[in-house]
């Protein structure tokens, strides 16, 4: 009898060290390199250089240059905790999160960093059956916390649409300037993007950037 209720608890510990493990896995959170403000090439030029591309090299971008192109897209750039991208009335309620082939990662503007919030390559929800999506290094996905409108009538979630938008350009422009490639997209699958996150029906998945080096 002893020796079973040792083995359980054994079991048990082992069982409750996983778990820990799994929580710490989701907690993890990584500061990003500053963003390097002098990076890239002039805005006009940069205008000039953009294009989507739909081919993407197997390169990986590096920590720096996902830094700069995070906060390009979203990040803080006052003191006043406001963003590179303007939003309906400062409520910042889109959320961007990094697809990448270890796992997926929330954009955390305040702190410049990223918080892994699943494991495993997760690319193809953003891909939804488009095969070309899937060979870029990572997909960032745009995705409005409805609650910060206090309501998701039409004209807010219209109103998330455009902030989302203005992310995507931001990115599209930070591609171009940095030499980067990607294209603003709207497929995926939404329902279950917004499952693996464990999001509630009150957000809304919006459009998608898959961004790498450009293919031969």
Not at 76 to 104: H, M, W, Y
Not at 205 to 216: H, S
Request: glycine share 8%; charged share 20%; proline share 4%.
């Amino acid at each position: 009898m002893h020796f079973r209720i040792m083995n359980m608890m054994k079991k048990l510990i082992m069982i409750a060290a996983v778990l820990f493990s799994g929580m710490s896995l989701m907690a993890e959170e990584k500061a990003l390199p500053s963003a390097d403000r002098s990076a890239g090439m002039p805005v006009m030029e940069a205008f000039a250089r953009r294009k989507s591309v739909r081919n993407f090299s197997g390169r990986e971008l590096s920590q720096q240059e996902l830094g700069n192109l995070l906060w390009a897209a979203m990040g803080q750039n006052r003191a006043d905790g406001k963003l590179t991208a303007p939003s309906c009335r400062n409520f910042q309620e889109i959320r961007l999160f990094v697809f990448g082939k270890d796992g997926v990662w929330e954009y955390m503007p305040a702190s410049h960093s990223v918080r892994q919030v699943a494991a495993g390559d997760h690319r193809a929800l953003v891909a939804g059956g488009q095969e070309f999506v899937k060979s870029a290094p990572i997909s960032l996905v745009m995705i409005a916390d409805m609650t910060k409108f206090g309501k998701a009538d039409e004209r807010a979630k219209m109103m998330a649409a455009v902030d989302a938008g203005i992310v995507s350009e931001n990115i599209s422009l930070a591609c171009a300037g940095l030499g980067l490639a990607t294209v603003p997209r709207a497929t995926m699958d939404s329902a279950a993007i917004l499952k693996l996150l464990g999001l509630p029906e009150n957000h809304m998945a919006i459009m998608n950037n898959p961004v790498g080096f450009e293919g031969e």
